[in-house]
C-alpha cells in the first residue's frame, strides 16, 4: 500500500496571504495526485487532479506541483471561503487501491 | 446537474450487515467509474472501493476486502455496497462519489453521504 504523508498537520496564515502544503507519496505515483478541500459538515470537493489540473470551477488562486514522489498544493492569495482541510489522494495504476494522506487543516491566523 | 444521494445507513450491532445505496441522476451512469469513501468521526477520508463504469472490474482497500462488496445497477442508476461482518471500526459517513471517466481514479462529484453506527 502506498502511505501518502502531509504536513504540516495544521497551517495558520493571514487572509491575502499565501499557503503552501505538502504531501509525499512513500514510493512513486508519477503524476497521479489529486486535492480535495473539504469544509465542516460537508462532503469533499475535488480541486486538483493529474498534480496540476483545476477542476471544474476551481479558481487560479489553486495550484498544484510536483510528480513522483513529492508534491505541493498552493492557494495564492487566501480568501475566508479558503479556510478548511485539504487531503491529497494518490490513484496509481498499481498497486490498484488509492489512499488519502492525513489532511491538513488550513485555519485563520 | 450531477446527484448523487446515499442512503441506507443506520446502527447496526458488530458482526451483522448493512447495504448502502446510492442513486445517481443528472449523469450518463454506465459512463463513469464509481467510489465508495468513508468517513469516520472526526477522521480523515479513507478510500473503500471502486467498479469500473460496466461493472466487471472493482478494487478495495484491505481494511474491507473480503467483507465489502461494491456492485452497480446501470439499468437503475443505482451503485451499491453490501458489509458483512461489520466492526466497531467500520463507524462512519460513508460518501458516494462519481469518477471522472469510466475508470480515473479520483472522485469527481460526491454525495452527501450517509452515517454508519457499529454498535452493540
Known sequence: ?109 | QVQLVESGGGVVQPGRSLRLSCAASGFSFSDYAMHWVRQAPGKGLEWVAVTSYHGSDKAYADSVKGRFTISRDNSKNMLYLQMDSLRLDDTAMYYCARDKSGWYGISEYWGQGTLVTVSS
Do not use: H
Request: charged content about 15%.
Open chain 1, 1 to 109: 500500500e502506498i502511505v501518502m504523508t502531509q504536513s504540516p498537520a495544521t497551517l495558520s496564515v493571514s487572509p491575502g496571504e499565501r499557503a503552501t502544503l505538502s504531501c509525499r507519496a512513500s514510493q512513486s505515483v508519477s503524476s497521479n495526485l489529486a486535492w480535495y478541500q473539504q469544509k465542516p459538515g460537508q462532503a469533499p470537493r475535488l480541486l486538483i487532479y493529474d498534480a496540476s489540473t483545476r477542476a471544474t470551477g476551481i479558481p487560479a488562486r489553486f495550484s498544484g506541483g510536483g510528480s513522483g514522489t513529492e508534491f505541493t498544493l498552493t492557494i495564492s492569495s487566501l480568501q475566508s471561503e479558503d479556510f478548511a482541510v485539504y487531503y491529497c489522494q494518490q490513484y496509481n495504476v498499481w498497486p490498484l487501491m488509492y489512499t488519502f494522506g492525513q489532511g491538513t487543516k488550513l485555519e485563520i491566523k
